[in-house]
């Protein structure tokens, strides 16, 4: 599954760099 780590990516992203509301 390629979409689970996109996923998995994002949320290590996000973890860094969390998204403003």
């Known amino acids: 599954m390629k979409n ?3 996923w998995r990516r994002n ?3 996000h ?3 969390p ?3």
């Open 4 to 6: 689970q780590s996109l």
């Open 11 to 13: 949320a290590l992203y």
């Open 15 to 17: 973890r860094q760099f």
């Open 19 to 21: 998204p403003k509301s």
